[in-house]
């Protein structure tokens, strides 16, 4: 289950790398790829450099004109979508 305000962080079995504007995602244990959007792609730069969901939602709402409780809805839904994948997974902290 996603947390609201946590900091989730890329599985260290995920590669990826960016190919013009997309993001591909390569799940090296499932051998699978995912090509990401430039809103997936930001979401998950994101993720990759620690940034938590309120952080994120900003992001994403400057980069393409939204709200920033729409973005997190947004972007809540797609890390959901990457925790159930087994690519991100929450970071515990302390």
Not at 4 to 9: I, K, L
């Amino acid at each position: 289950m996603v947390e609201t305000d946590g900091v989730y962080r890329i599985n260290s079995h995920v590669a990826f790398r960016t190919f013009g504007k997309e993001l591909v995602v390569v799940d090296t244990l499932g051998q699978r790829l995912l090509r990401l959007n430039a809103t997936g792609a930001l979401v998950f730069r994101l993720l990759d450099a620690g940034q938590g969901l309120p952080e994120v939602a900003a992001a994403v709402a400057r980069a393409f004109d939204t709200s920033v409780e729409q973005a997190r809805i947004d972007a809540l839904s797609f890390i959901e979508e990457l925790e159930k994948r087994g690519l991100v997974e929450r970071r515990v902290t302390t």
